[in-house]
């Protein structure tokens, strides 16, 4: 999973994967901006089938690959 949300956000922002480790800020880092959160809201939705509530929208839960793992994780356990 990390893979897949690593390789989305490589290439939504023409960075080279190798560079986005599972704890690289992606917003503290300008990787990622609120629109590129947008289409990463979208990716998690088509790819993990995970629904965001609005009030989930926080770097806690999308500020790294290893906070979008944990956060796709914990919503998919509680949707088993």
Do not use: Y
């Not at 992606?26 to 089938?49: A, H, T, V």
């Amino acid at each position: 999973m990390k893979e897949k949300i690593r390789n989305f956000i490589a290439e939504a922002t023409f960075t080279d994967a190798a560079t986005i480790k599972d704890d690289t800020l992606i917003f503290d880092e300008g990787i990622f901006d609120s629109m590129g959160l947008l289409g990463l809201i979208n990716f998690i939705e088509s790819e993990f089938g995970v629904t965001t509530n609005d009030s989930e929208l926080q770097e806690e839960n999308f500020g790294s690959v290893e906070r979008i793992f944990t956060f796709v994780s914990q919503k998919t356990a509680v949707a088993s």
